[in-house]
């Protein structure tokens, strides 16, 4: 008998493992930049890491402040749960705040979205408003999950690379020396595209969209009546007067847009994950329903906190102490001190109008690297690899922003993070200084 339920089990088990376990809707989006290079830097023992896009300062004081306060207010109960789809003073203050940026009489209730962070206002929208067979404009480069977010939906990314300008010899480049080609843009969309998705200010290229290209969109959008995807989350940190522009801003955009936004970006805490997503209440109230049934809440502390700075902010909007304005400065700084640190290495960094991140080209830098294991690994991704395991210096590489057809032709740039305190920047020179690798 023993016997025959052995036997019994071990076939059970097999036509179980006939079975596909996992979901076809992940298939092919199981490599990740971040997992691959974030081991690699725990394994090597890092010291200098410009590479994952967080401050390794501290956010505001008065934002701290308030978290702690929050945990201790209200006999306590900012530690429980709130209204699911966000805090109500959260919401209101942001209603208050973002109203005349769009140009929308925001309501707190209908318009917005509080989520995890940028990422899951992301994933809301692409569960809620991608079907199967949509297709979904992406343009290069773009942030990774874009793609694998798109897949998961049932839809299609359609990719379409920015381009750079014809420059004059010795000109530095900048961010916004990158552009789409109207013609080419036109093209992609089709009777099946559902949306399109834009990064202002740019991961990793910090490119800020000029107004002009922003009402080229805008006009394809409402022609062809497709969505916009608008992730801002970098929209505070803007360099050398350059200036964000809302597409959901813009003459029949709203109606159009889903624009994302980042309270770690916003006050330099990426650790809390609050984000939000605005929009028209019959595109907003499809998220709803993912948020319900997935996360169905955030963190209330957090929340409360981030609503508090926001109302000091509105108070001192603009003005001089405001952070807004003080943190675009410093980081403008130390964007300049690396691409002058960059630049004496024999790298050409590509200035950034804004975000938190520059890209720097690497072809004239002399590095005898290894035969390759993976003959299709891109030479940024080699390049990288070596740096970590040679120099204890971490980046990140710019074809992971690229779609599989187009990494071939960005595989010689890197990408850095200079949101960091000055001492870690001053290492990163270090290290640099020290290597030389242009000789």
């Given at each position: 008998l023993t016997g025959s339920i052995s036997a019994a089990a071990f076939f059970i088990a097999e036509a179980a493992m006939s079975k596909q376990i996992h979901a076809r809707r992940i298939e092919g989006i199981d490599k990740n930049v971040w997992v691959e290079f974030t081991q690699l830097v725990v394994e090597h023992k890092v010291n200098v890491n410009l590479g994952q896009g967080f401050p390794d300062f501290s956010p505001p004081e008065f934002t701290k402040e308030y978290f702690k306060d929050a945990i201790f207010e209200s006999g306590g109960m900012l530690n429980q749960y709130t209204r699911a789809f966000g805090h109500p003073l959260l919401v209101k203050v942001l209603a208050q705040f973002f109203s005349k940026l769009f140009g929308q009489d925001l309501d707190a209730n209908s318009n917005i979205l509080v989520t995890v962070g940028a990422y899951q206002a992301l994933f809301c929208t692409f569960q809620a408003l991608i079907d199967e067979g949509d297709e979904v404009i992406v343009i290069e480069p773009f942030f990774d999950c874009y793609e694998p977010m798109v897949k998961?939906?049932?839809?299609?990314?359609?990719?379409?690379?920015?381009?750079?300008?014809?420059?004059?010899?010795?000109?530095?480049?900048?961010?916004?020396?990158w552009m789409l080609d109207p013609e080419e843009l036109a093209a992609k969309f089709t009777a099946k595209t559902k949306a399109i998705?834009?990064?202002?200010?740019?991961?990793?290229?910090?490119?800020?969209?000029?107004?002009?290209?922003?009402?080229?969109?805008?006009?394809?959008?409402?022609k062809n009546n497709v969505l916009c995807f608008s992730d801002e989350v970098y929209e505070w940190l803007v360099y050398d007067g350059t200036e964000h522009i809302r597409i959901a801003s813009l003459p029949g955009m709203w109606d159009h847009t889903i624009s994302i936004g980042s309270a770690g970006k916003t006050f330099s805490a990426t650790g809390w994950k609050v984000g939000w997503a605005f929009g028209p209440d019959h595109l907003l109230r499809?998220?709803?329903?993912?948020?319900?049934?997935?996360?169905?809440?955030?963190?209330?502390?957090?929340?409360?906190?981030?609503?508090?700075?926001?109302?000091?902010e509105f108070e001192r909007f603009r003005e001089p102490e405001s952070y807004f304005v003080q943190l675009p400065q410093q980081l403008s700084l130390k964007r300049d001190q690396l691409v002058k640190c960059l630049t004496a290495v024999g790298m050409k960094p590509i200035v950034p109008e804004g975000g938190y991140f520059l890209i720097a080209d690497i072809s004239g830098v002399k590095v005898d690297l290894p035969e390759p294991s993976d003959r299709d690994e891109p030479y940024d991704f080699r390049?990288?690899?070596?740096?970590?395991?040679?120099?204890?210096?971490?980046?990140?590489?710019?074809s992971a922003f690229y779609s599989?057809?187009?990494?071939?032709?960005?595989?010689?740039?890197i990408r850095f993070c200079f949101a960091k305190k000055d001492d870690t920047l001053i290492a990163a020179e270090k290290i640099l200084q020290s290597w030389n690798p242009t000789n």
């Open positions: 998961m939906a049932g839809g299609t990314p359609v990719f379409i690379p920015l381009r750079l300008k014809s420059l004059k010899e010795g000109v530095p480049l900048s961010s916004g020396d998705v834009i990064n202002s200010p740019n991961n990793p290229l910090g490119k800020v969209y000029k107004k002009q290209e922003l009402e080229m969109i805008a006009e394809l959008c409402i499809h998220l709803r329903t993912v948020h319900q049934n997935s996360l169905y809440h955030c963190p209330t502390v957090a929340q409360e906190a981030v609503a508090r700075s926001f109302q000091k390049f990288v690899k070596w740096m970590i395991k040679n120099k204890g210096f971490a980046t990140i590489p710019v599989s057809q187009n990494k071939k032709h960005f595989s010689h740039f």
